[in-house]
């Protein structure tokens, strides 16, 4: 008994022993791992096991997060991007972007004959109402507001924003703009345009309602439809007929309530430079139209053609404002001979200006040509009756 004693107790000891010594190589494993492998660190093997990594351990094993998805694109999806020549940077569906659509420059197109239409009124038929001159220079306004619009998404549309064209951006072919709302506002538009002239529809009649009518149908019709005007060779024609003729008739009509001669002959004047206006336009962008399928008057005629044409329009409103002088016995009707000059500059300007971005200038330069004109063409009107 005292010799099994002895051995159990020479076993115990020596399994002590064996444990510290494998305890010891152990920590010094697990220390020439840390200094290997980084900073990771594990807990004392219990039972025969190892505790899992510290939180801060997992963190250094796990993969590097996934960047953050990019925000999406706020930019309406119904109208294509293009890369409009000098497109200015505009944020989609701003007040910017809104401008680009609705062309405030180009609205004195709509105000001159208005305002030359009233003077003239007040000047030769002794008639003048200020109410219905304001009803009338907003319904214009308006109309040419439905006008732009369409010319705008039209174009998009069509597909004929293709990048290489060098006349200024629009406003949903970039995509500042989606197409339904823009054809939402021109339903607003037109529907507001109705109601505003509705007092001159009652104070005119019929001639005024089909003058309403009408002035709809080719605001609409220029870039709308199956075969728009702005893709033949009447677009200047249009101009022609529904800026001067049609807009400067139907104000003095409801002014005076009958056309006179003067009437008519200030009509073809300003319908002229409005002419011209969408003439440099075009001619501008010939090429780009051609290769697209516009056939407008430009594309028809040959370059030079065109260039004679422009003068044309620009130099035959002088002509007519001198015969208001007799046909009125007002000398103020000379008063338009005074941009004479800035005409002729502008036909020069047209024959020497390289084609590309500069021609929009010149583009903006006859607008005011016309501003001027009919301004000074008012002004006449008003000094007579004054005097």
């Given at each position: 008994m005292i010799l099994a004693r002895r051995v159990a107790r020479d076993l115990?000891?020596?399994?002590?022993?064996?444990?510290?010594?494998?305890?010891?190589?152990?920590?010094?494993?697990?220390?020439?791992?840390?200094?290997?492998?980084?900073?990771?660190?594990?807990?004392?093997?219990?039972?025969?096991?190892?505790?899992?990594?510290?939180?801060?351990?997992?963190?250094?094993?796990?993969?590097?997060?996934?960047?953050?998805?990019?925000?999406?694109?706020?930019?309406?999806?119904?109208?294509?991007?293009?890369?409009?020549?000098?497109?200015?940077?505009?944020?989609?569906?701003?007040?910017?972007?809104?401008?680009?659509?609705?062309?405030?420059?180009?609205?004195?197109?709509?105000?001159?004959?208005?305002?030359?239409?009233?003077?003239?009124?007040?000047?030769?038929?002794?008639a003048f109402d200020p109410a219905i001159a304001l009803i009338a220079l907003a319904a214009a306004v308006l109309m040419q507001v439905v006008t732009n619009l369409q010319n705008d998404v039209g174009?998009?549309?069509?597909?004929?924003?293709?990048?290489?064209?060098?006349?200024?951006?629009?406003?949903?072919?970039?995509?500042?703009?989606?197409?339904?709302?823009?054809r939402r506002a021109i339903v607003a538009a037109i529907v507001i345009a109705q109601l505003v002239a509705l007092p001159l529809m009652i104070r005119g009649g019929w001639p005024i309602v089909l003058t309403s009518a009408f002035s709809t149908l080719a605001a609409v019709g220029y870039m709308g439809g199956p075969r728009p005007i702005a893709y033949t060779p009447f677009g200047e024609l249009a101009v022609f007929v529904f800026f001067g003729l049609v807009a400067v008739c139907g104000s003095y009509y409801v002014q005076a309530g009958s056309i006179g001669l003067a009437a008519w002959i200030a009509a073809?004047?300003?319908?002229m430079h409005a002419a011209a206006v969408l003439l440099v336009n075009n001619y501008r962008d010939r090429a780009h139209d051609a290769a697209t399928g516009r056939r407008t008057l430009t594309v028809v005629l040959s370059p030079a053609a065109a260039i004679r044409l422009y003068a044309?329009?620009?130099?035959?409103?002088?002509?007519?404002?001198?015969?208001?002088?007799?046909?009125?016995?007002?000398?103020?009707?000379?008063?338009?001979?005074?941009?004479?000059?800035?005409?002729?500059?502008?036909?020069?300007?047209?024959?020497?200006?390289?084609?590309?971005?500069?021609?929009?200038?010149?583009?903006?330069?006859?607008?005011?040509?016309?501003?001027?004109?009919?301004m000074l063409l008012a002004a006449g009107a008003l000094l007579d009756r004054w005097h």
């Open positions: 115990i000891k020596r399994n002590g022993r064996r444990s510290a010594a494998d305890r010891a190589s152990a920590t010094q494993s697990r220390r020439r791992a840390g200094a290997a492998g980084g900073d990771i660190e594990y807990n004392r093997p219990v039972r025969g096991r190892c505790r899992p990594p510290s939180p801060d351990a997992a963190r250094q094993l796990l993969p590097p997060p996934s960047p953050a998805p990019s925000p999406p694109d706020t930019r309406s999806m119904d109208a294509p991007i293009s890369n409009s020549p000098a497109a200015p940077s505009v944020r989609p569906g701003s007040w910017d972007a809104w401008r680009v659509a609705l062309r405030p420059k180009t609205l004195w197109i709509a105000t001159i004959p208005v305002i030359v239409a009233t003077c003239l009124a007040w000047s030769v038929a002794r174009y998009t549309q069509r597909g004929a924003e293709s990048g290489r064209r060098i006349g200024l951006p629009r406003a949903t072919a970039n995509g500042w703009l989606g197409t339904r709302e823009v073809v004047a300003i319908g044309f329009l620009l130099l035959a409103p002088f002509v007519l404002a001198g015969s208001l002088v007799p046909v009125t016995g007002n000398g103020w009707f000379a008063l338009p001979l005074l941009t004479l000059p800035w005409a002729w500059r502008l036909w020069g300007e047209l024959l020497h200006t390289p084609s590309g971005p500069a021609q929009n200038a010149l583009l903006f330069r006859t607008v005011m040509l016309e501003v001027a004109f009919g």
